[in-house]
């Protein structure tokens, strides 16, 4: 389909615009992130940092430049193969989780898995296997609204990883929970990306949360900007 | 009051879904004050048919002093409405009392027709018969219960009513004869609307004052945290759902003025009024400007409480509790009673209506009603629960859990439109008792004629009327008043065998030219009359009475007559040619036959009018004042389901697109993880759908279960009414698909990630 950049990029973004109308959001956006590498984006609320996240993961379509994903530029693609994109290739970490209420903790994992055709018992198998690295063993039969804000969280992590997707796009994933939380969080999210070689593109306005990256990225106005290692 | 203001303030300060929310809620409310509004004005368009038809009625004394001016009113069944003819000879008394609706009494040959019995003169040239004398003007509508009435002012000579006719005194009495529906049966309707109307609404109102309740309560909680009080927080939230609810009330009342104009030019089968009949009326605007918004600020200030007693529990968005299962055994009681009753139906002795039955059956139709009602939540959450465990398909999965965790919301409305198919197949069994007692179900029909008021050349005539297959002369025998001892009593016809034939089912052992003793094995023999018992007949014969003796002979016909009968319960038949050709015989009425169908009936009445315009034709059986009624609860009842139907279905879709709305945040969540939208869609009707029909098809089923149990204590024939089984059903489906394609577009192919929440 297109030519592939690199053996290790995953994901990448080139002279990326996006506006809301008349008013430009994103302005330029340059940015890439390869297998296993996590990326924040920090800036402050309203920066555009969001709106680059959905870009890059194919919500959004940018009004100039293009994404790539393993090669493939997103805007050549249909609905369709966007859509089976995010199903079976990335992952999504929001604020608040947004489990499903009705569903139990494991039913909420093996949601992208079930979603990407595979039958409930393999499914909630491998959701089961998640949560026990990730310490919810326990909590497998009860409902979001049984488990507290950290665990809830930590389940939308699972979710996220549970089908070992290319990328994970995470908007604010601590934002919703207290330090000792979003730190507790942050590393058990990040550890098993790394080890499952899933690439992140993280979100944040917390330069704590940033500071766990490998690449980061400050946006302002718009304008994404690398930030040079401290 | 600061609080009345905060609730406002948030309404119209908390962005364009809140102002969309608040649109929503006027208008469903609108709908439902436009239905509550009919319903209540129901009872006054009788009344102003009623008041209409007894201001007209005549008031008329047998007493006829010289010159006094006559009448004679006859009414007639045309189809299932009657057809009142009042006939009026002029004379010098009382001739300027003009009815309302007439600027004079019609002269010999005139007539004045109502709007309908015009049309039906200009259509049926055959109905001649019944209106003799030429179209002189129309009735005003001052005269007519309603515009489709079929009336006529018929003037004659004296002479022709002059055996007959009354002596007028006036116009007008206080109360109609043969009311609209009546008192009696208007208290049914009264209920069976609350049922299918009423019970719908009030849910309909709940569930639009209750929109967006969680985000709502989120909201609420807020405030509850930041230091208001119990009180005040749920005045907040009353406050938005009072101006909804107060808005919806003008709109629905601007909506049933629309309504009852166009009603008023269309109008409803067997039931058509006047736009001033149908006027809104000072209380039914109170009841729906302060009723509604009263039951918006209850509602309101309920959907409150648990936001203000435990806002913590609602931030945190607590699991919702289990349905109790107290229901289930009122259901179970219920049930019970009512299958009891049913299983009477199968044996030789079938429950009837009274003593402890009275109370007992209605109290089981109840308790099933209640239990189904209260068992619905627990029933759907259980099936819910062991599906969702079990299936392996996703979309069942999704929206089995979703059913699960939320039985009560959903089931609020379900019981709506359950209720209303219980109560529609309740009111069907009804419907079928009160036609049972007012419209026979035997092949042939027979009328009855006052003999004495034929003429030898008329009675031929009658014979010939198309559709008339046989004739005959019925009498009871005479009893002599001044003696002192048992007298031998019996009916007679006086026909030959072949008349005879023509009205039974059966007869067997005639012999044409002899008196004969008729045997029906059903009926009973009169006062103790035996074979060899003197039967007397007054016979009148030239001017001159005579005693006609015949001795009950052996010889028997044994006979099987049609239920009802004009010849049921005869003991004897006397051949013709057993009496002089003159004679008559006092008392006796001449009866004919024909088919039942409604056509047919309809012929032979016009051709009998046709031959003897001003005569009482008795069509026996029918009962055309309560076939009227009937039609009219029918109609009413019908307008009832219908309007519970839209009712039931739009708090329905209003629902479950307001759950979608609160879902948002959710399902584009599980969008942005890859579900197909054709997934969600798939899981949004499966949701509405199954409960919904699970409901419906109980309701069907208990329904019908009481429907038979109120029809076996009934007596009547029919004790098992599957025919209405096939409309319930078609509209139990209708009410599932139309909800199941309102849920359908709430689920769209875009993503918006803005539906996401953040901070």
């Keep these: 389909m297109g030519e592939v950049i690199g053996t290790s990029e995953v994901i990448s973004a080139e002279g990326v615009d996006l506006a809301y109308g008349a008013e430009p959001v994103v302005r330029g956006a340059r940015l890439s992130v390869a297998r296993g590498e996590v990326a924040a984006v920090t800036g402050a609320s309203g920066s555009g940092k969001s709106s680059l996240l959905y870009c890059l993961a194919g919500v959004l379509a940018p009004t100039r430049g293009r994404v790539r994903f393993e090669g493939r530029t997103l805007g050549d693609l249909g609905d369709d193969e966007i859509s089976a994109l995010r199903r079976e290739r990335f992952g999504f970490v929001f604020q608040y989780g947004e489990l499903l209420p009705e569903l139990t903790v494991e039913e909420n994992t093996a949601l992208p898995l079930r979603l990407a055709g595979q039958r409930k018992r393999p499914a909630l198998a491998a959701a089961g296997e998640v949560l026990e690295r990730l310490g919810l063993g326990d909590l497998r039969e009860r409902r979001p609204s049984q488990v507290s804000g950290g665990q809830s969280q930590r389940v939308a992590v699972a979710r996220a990883l549970v089908h070992r997707p290319a990328v994970v796009f995470a908007d604010e994933p601590t934002g919703s929970l207290d330090s000792a939380n979003a730190s507790a969080v942050l590393k058990e999210f990040l550890g098993l990306a790394r080890s499952q070689g899933t690439a992140v593109v993280l979100v944040t306005h917390d330069p704590a949360v940033a500071a766990q990256a490998d690449s980061h990225y400050t946006m302002s106005d718009g304008v994404l900007t690398p930030r040079e290692p401290a | 009051m600061r609080e009345f203001l905060l609730g406002l303030r948030l309404l119209f300060g908390a962005g364009r879904g809140s102002r969309v929310r608040f649109l929503l809620m006027a208008a469903g409310g609108s709908l439902g004050v436009c239905c509550l509004a009919l319903v209540l004005t129901v009872p006054q368009i009788l009344d102003a048919h009623d008041g209409r038809a007894a201001a007209r009625q005549p008031q008329s004394a047998s007493a006829r002093p010289a010159g006094a001016t006559l009448v004679l009113q006859r009414s007639d069944p045309y189809g299932s409405k009657a057809f009142t003819r009042v006939f009026v000879a002029q004379g010098t008394r009382h001739a300027d009392e003009v009815p309302p609706g007439l600027d004079r009494l019609p002269g010999p040959g005139e007539l004045f027709l109502s709007p309908r019995a015009h049309d039906l003169l200009r259509d049926q040239p055959d109905v001649k018969g019944l209106l003799p004398g030429h179209e002189e003007g129309l009735i005003g509508a001052a005269g007519l219960a309603h515009p489709d009435e079929l009336f006529a002012y018929v003037g004659t000579e004296r002479g022709e009513i002059a055996d007959e006719g009354r002596a007028l005194k006036g116009w007008g009495y206080s109360y109609a004869p043969f009311p609209a529906v009546e008192p009696s049966t208007l208290t049914y309707l009264r209920f069976a609307l609350g049922s299918l109307v009423l019970l719908p609404l009030g849910i309909f109102l709940s569930v639009c004052a209750r929109l967006s309740a969680a985000s709502r309560n989120r909201r609420l909680a807020s405030l509850r945290l930041l230091g208001l009080t119990t009180r005040g927080t749920q005045r907040v939230n009353a406050a938005e759902t009072v101006v909804a609810a107060l808005l919806g009330a003008l709109l629905g009342l601007a909506e049933y003025e629309v309504l009852n104009q166009v009603m008023t030019r269309t109008g409803l089968p067997s039931l058509r009024w006047y736009p001033d009949d149908g006027a809104l009326s000072a209380s039914t605007v109170a ?109 069942l999965n999704l929206a089995m859990r979703r059913n699960e965790v939320e039985p009560g919301s959903t089931m609020r409305v379900v019981t709506g439109l359950v209720l209303l198919v219980f109560s529609a197949s309740l009111a069907q069994g009804v419907l079928i008792q009160l036609e049972q007692v007012t419209r026979p179900s035997a092949p042939v029909q027979d009328y009855s004629l006052v003999l004495s008021a034929l003429t030898g050349e008329q009675r031929r005539a009658l014979a010939e009327v198309p559709g008339v297959r046989g004739h005959a002369v019925t009498a009871e025998s005479w009893l002599d008043p001044e003696s002192d001892g048992d007298q031998p009593w019996a009916s007679a016809v006086i026909a030959t065998c072949d008349q005879l034939a023509s009205f039974v089912q059966e007869s067997k052992g005639c012999v044409d030219g002899k008196v004969m003793r008729l045997s029906d094995p059903d009926a009973g023999t009169g006062q103790g009359a035996g074979p060899g018992d003197p039967i007397r007949f007054r016979v009148r014969d030239g001017g001159k009475d005579t005693t006609l003796t015949l001795r009950l002979p052996r010889e028997k016909i044994t006979y099987d007559t049609h239920d009802p009968s004009a010849v049921h319960g005869a003991d004897l038949l006397v051949p013709p040619s057993a009496l002089p050709a003159s004679a008559r015989v006092d008392g006796a009425r001449y009866v004919l036959t024909s088919g039942s169908d409604h056509a047919e009936v309809r012929r032979v009445l016009d051709g009998i009018a046709a031959v003897v315009p001003t005569a009482e034709v008795e069509p026996v059986g029918i009962n055309i004042e309560g076939l009227q009624q009937i039609a009219v609860l029918e109609t009413l009842l019908a307008v009832g389901m219908v309007m519970g139907l839209v009712i039931g279905t739009a708090a329905f879709v209003v629902s479950a697109t307001d759950r979608a709305m609160e879902r948002r945040a959710q399902v584009t969540a599980v969008t942005l993880i890859g579900a197909r939208a054709r997934t969600l869609r798939a899981v949004q009707c499966v949701q509405v759908v199954v409960p919904l029909s699970i409901g419906l098809a109980l309701a069907l089923l208990t329904g019908k279960l009481a429907e038979s149990a109120y029809l076996v204590t009934g007596g009547g024939d029919i004790r098992w009414d599957l025919a209405g089984v096939p409309v319930l059903a078609l509209a139990a489906v209708g009410v599932a698909a139309v909800s199941a394609a309102g849920a359908l577009p709430l689920v769209g192919r875009r993503v918006d990630p803005e539906l996401i929440r953040r901070d």
């Design chain 2, 287 to 395: 009841v729906c400007l302060i009723g509604c918004p009263l039951l918006a600020w209850f509602v309101g200030r309920i959907s409150a409480r648990d936001a203000a007693a435990n806002p913590l529990a609602v931030r945190r968005s607590s699991a919702p509790a289990r349905p109790a299962g107290r229901g289930g055994l009122l259901l179970v009681t219920g049930l019970g009673i009512v299958v009891g009753y049913c299983a009477t139906g199968f044996t030789d002795h079938p429950a009837d209506s009274i003593g402890v039955n009275a109370i007992v059956m209605p109290a089981g139709i109840l308790l099933t009603g209640l239990g189904l009602v209260l068992t619905l939540p627990l029933i759907s959450y259980a099936l819910a629960r062991r599906v969702a465990r079990r299936t392996g398909s996703l979309t």
